[in-house]
């Protein structure tokens, strides 16, 4: 089996990830940066975001594990602790695989025709770049509203207790394949009306925004984020492919909403 150990960059994590490497070695895995069957993430949430965003065009023989050298994360969930425990399932490969779903956007341009797409784990935003975000949202082909505000969220059900909480989003268990849109402030009064709630579409309906006014866009995905420009729409649906994670051990979704918001149970 060939994997690869992507590392935060910390003193902490550096320190950790040689250690899994030489491990991983010792029982005769291969170190592979091109083609790893199993990628491991060395830090928290954000390392685990980048380890997916390097090997999105090879989700289908790749597997994500999440080690945490700082607080508990959504992703990163195995202590440092435990290696010892990861390394022996990793080189016995006694784990399961469980797939969650993925956003797919697709910005196209005014220009040229072309187009460029993504893949979230977590989410994508759209802001403006000054002034007011105006967009016509559309919702499977269909006008829905004209949303006047500071930006939209489109997330993953796992990114649903990321930015997505933060704006009043509902959580959303991964097994059910959809996607969420929440609005930043939008602006609400007697001319301008949004709908005001967090909508979840199912896997069979897209939402398109269509600019108004401007054509400039800082749009994120993940923790990566850029300029867009000459944007004649974004769409947004559910993407074909999935993440697929390697699962060691049993840690279900609402026990990981529970322990990261609530309060840790007793181990
Ligand atoms: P980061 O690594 O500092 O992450 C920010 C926080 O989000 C961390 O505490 C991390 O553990 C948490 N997080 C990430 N994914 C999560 C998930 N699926 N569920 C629960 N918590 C999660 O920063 P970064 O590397 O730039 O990470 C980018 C992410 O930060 C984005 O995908 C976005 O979800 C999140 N974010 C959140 C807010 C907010 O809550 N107001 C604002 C901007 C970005």
Not at 57 to 72: C, D, I, P, Y
Not at 134 to 140: A, F, L, N, Q, R
């Amino acid at each position: 089996m060939k994997f690869f150990v992507l590392s935060k960059g910390d003193k902490k994590s550096n320190l950790l990830t040689k250690k899994i490497h030489s491990y991983l070695q010792d029982f005769s895995l291969t170190f592979d940066e091109n083609e790893p069957d199993i990628v491991i993430s060395v830090g928290g949430d954000g390392t685990f975001l980048a380890a997916f965003q390097k090997y999105t065009n090879r989700l289908e023989n790749t597997a994500f594990v999440g080690v945490h050298t700082g607080h508990l994360g959504f992703y990163a969930d195995w202590v440092p602790e435990e290696i010892e425990k990861l390394v022996i399932a990793i080189s016995k490969s006694t784990y399961q695989i469980i797939e969650y779903p993925l956003l797919e956007v697709i910005v196209r341009y005014t220009n040229d025709g072309k187009e460029s797409s993504f893949l979230a784990l977590n989410e994508s935003t759209v802001k403006s770049v000054e002034g007011t975000f105006v967009m016509d949202v559309e919702i499977k082909g269909e006008q829905f509203e004209r949303f006047r505000g500071d930006g939209l969220c489109i997330s993953t059900p796992s990114g649903s207790t990321a930015y997505n909480k933060a704006l009043g989003g509902a959580i959303i268990h991964p097994s059910l394949e959809s996607i969420q849109i929440s609005e930043m402030a939008s602006i609400n009064n007697r001319v301008f009306r949004t709908i005001g709630s967090p909508l979840i579409l199912p896997a069979h309906h897209t939402c398109m925004l269509k600019p108004v006014t401007q054509s400039d866009f800082l749009v994120t995905v993940d923790h990566l984020s850029s300029l867009q420009k000459d944007v004649k729409s974004i769409q947004f649906r559910v993407a074909d492919q999935k993440i697929r994670f390697a699962r060691y051990k049993p840690f279900p979704f609402w026990n990981r909403v529970r322990d990261s918001f609530i309060e840790k149970a007793e181990s």
